[in-house]
Structures are given as structure tokens and as C-alpha cells.
């Protein structure tokens, strides 16, 4: 067997399982979405799917993330409530934010999953203050902090990064690197590209993988995680990845320009689902893609079943 590849049928089951859930679910609301039942903007993982996964089977369900708001696949990743997911994304009051929040504020703390935002970079200073909470209760959790490329730029990224270091902080920041904010590549708006060296910068063990081996992000994750748990302070891993479908919305976006054709049939040869697909059996492959196909089918079931917030609920659950 190749040796990015483990002798663990388990593992690339679980592994399996978990991205075509995300590949699945994302692939439904696509669907779902023109039709305008969907209440909210959605920004899709499709294509980045193994990053969340291949960490989050690295963590221990008491560990936390913090994530961005393309973050159906870390919310799922974790193990969050797909019926509260859905309903969410349908404006309803059985979702995970009350149908206040919509797709870009997905919680679940009963897994870990502490909340995505819809500003840039602003996850990353909360990621930072729940691992300083870590250390003052001496507890052995990790937090795992989530954020594009994009949010390299901002300034309390930087400054997040200084604290974390100076504290000492049992945080592992992960940039999932697919080269654009939006419509603009990283050559056009950073001096540094190479970003893992931010980490370097601020005397944090810093790493890189350019390519999309979800082996490989599972093995260096599941070692920096179990050096931040031994008390080795923060770790920072760059990630390469590809966001298949436009920034914000179900389509493609090949006629704007930005990006070529070319991409996107390098970056679906490649693709880590169709990849663990190859190392299992057919009957095993079929039940897990049933299973899936059955709790999403249930999930949108309940967010159509679902009521919308009542007026009192408008006034519930905010700062006033």
C-alpha cells in the first residue's frame, strides 16, 4: 500500500463518511437554493471538504474550533446537528442560531463547535481568548481556529498570532490557503505569500502542505495537536485547498475570468472524495452513501417542517 496511505479501513471509512456528508449536504442546498427556501447567503466548501475533515478526526470531541463563514464543512465536520444545520439555513427557529443567523452562523457548542462569523478574521481573536480561558483552568482541551487566506490581511490576525505566542496558548491555527479572497489572488494583494511564515514570525512552529493528501493533513495535524496538548505551546499549519464553486452562491464562475478552466480539472483529478472512494469496497461505499443520503433527506425535512421565528423571537437572544 502506498505510504501516504494508512493500512486503517476504519479510518477511510470515517474519513469517507464525514466528506461525502458535507459533499452531500452542500450538493442539496445547491439544489435547494434557486427556489429561495434557503433564507440566507451560502458560501460552499465543495472542494475543501478534507481540510475540516482530516483535522477533526485528528481532535477529541471535548476540543473546540472556531471557523469562518464557509463553514458548513467544519460545522459537520464536528459533528454539529445537521437538522439544527439545515433549519438555520431556512430561517427557522429549530436552527442552531434560532433562524437569526443563517448560513454563516452555525454553532453547536454541545460538540465543540463554537461559531462561524460572517466578518473576516474575526474568529480568530474569540479562538485565541478560549485557549488563554484553556490555560487559566489548566484543562488539556485544544483549540483549533479556522480562517481563509484572506483574513492574513487583517490586522488582528497579526496581532492574535503575537498573543497566542507571548501566552503560550494550546492553539493550532489552521489558514486553509485556497489563493483567493473573493475574486483576488494572493500575488495581488499580499506581500508574502508563503503565509506560514507569519507563524514564523511570531516564534511559532509553523508548517505548510501544498498538496491535498488528506492522509497527510490527518498525520500532521493529529502530531501538532498532540504537541499542543502536551503543554508545546501554538502551531500554525498552512493548508492548501480549491473552492470549486463561486465565492458566495451555488454556480460557477469560470466566465468572470479570474480563474481558468484549467484549475478546476487539475483540482478534480484530484479530489480526495473520489480518492477514499477508490480504497473501499463497493458495498461498503454504497451504505455509508445511503446512510448519508437518508439523514440529509431527513434534515431538510425538518427545516421544511420547521416554523419561522415568531415576532417575540426577534427580541430573544440579542444584546439590546
Known amino acids: 500500500m502506498n505510504s501516504n496511505i494508512p493500512n486503517d479501513l476504519d479510518l477511510i471509512s470515517k474519513l469517507y463518511e464525514s466528506m461525502y456528508r458535507i459533499r452531500w449536504s452542500e450538493s442539496e442546498v445547491s439544489r435547494l437554493y434557486p427556489s429561495d427556501v434557503i433564507k440566507s447567503p451560502i458560501h460552499l466548501s465543495i472542494g475543501q471538504e478534507a481540510v ?3 483535522i477533526c478526526e485528528a481532535l477529541e470531541k471535548k476540543d473546540v474550533v472556531f471557523g469562518t463563514y464557509r463553514g458548513h464543512a467544519l460545522y459537520i465536520a464536528k459533528g454539529g446537528d445537521l437538522n439544527a444545520m439545515m433549519a438555520e439555513l431556512y430561517g427557522k427557529v429549530d436552527g442552531c442560531s434560532k433562524g437569526k443567523g443563517g448560513s454563516m452562523h452555525l454553532i453547536d457548542v454541545s460538540v465543540g463547535m463554537m461559531g462561524t462569523s460572517a466578518v473576516v478574521a474575526t474568529s480568530i481573536p474569540e479562538a485565541v481568548g478560549y485557549a488563554m480561558a484553556i490555560k487559566y483552568n489548566k484543562s488539556d482541551q ?5 480562517f481563509g487566506d484572506g483574513a492574513t490581511g487583517a490586522g488582528v490576525f497579526h ?16 489558514c486553509e490557503n485556497n489563493e483567493y479572497a473573493i475574486h483576488s489572488h494572493l500575488t495581488d494583494r499580499s506581500s508574502q505569500q508563503e503565509l506560514y511564515k507569519f507563524g514564523l514570525v511570531n516564534n511559532i512552529p ?16 493529529k502530531e501538532l ?5 502536551k503543554g508545546g505551546g501554538p502551531r500554525f499549519f498552512e493548508v492548501y485547498t480549491d473552492r470549486w464553486l463561486e465565492h458566495v452562491g451555488p454556480n460557477e464562475d469560470w466566465d468572470l475570468g479570474y ?11 484530484d479530489d480526495q472524495i473520489e480518492r477514499l472512494s477508490g ?42
Open 159 to 174: 496581532e492574535s498570532l503575537n498573543f497566542a505566542s507571548l501566552k503560550d496558548l494550546p492553539i493550532l491555527f489552521i
Open 279 to 320: 480504497l473501499m469496497s463497493s458495498e461498503d461505499k454504497n451504505i455509508i452513501e445511503e446512510r448519508v443520503k437518508q439523514e440529509v433527506k431527513e434534515a431538510i425535512l425538518f427545516a421544511e417542517n420547521s416554523p419561522f421565528p415568531s415576532d417575540e423571537d426577534l427580541y430573544k437572544n440579542v444584546y439590546r
Open 52 to 54: 475540516s475533515v482530516a
Open 206 to 221: 509553523s508548517f505548510v502542505q501544498k498538496d491535498r493528501c488528506i492522509f497527510k493533513l490527518f498525520s500532521k495535524s
Open 225 to 229: 495537536i498532540d504537541e499542543i496538548r
Open 259 to 269: 480563474r481558468s478552466e484549467k484549475d478546476k480539472e487539475k483540482w478534480r483529478q
Open 142 to 146: 485544544v483549540v483549533v481556529c479556522f
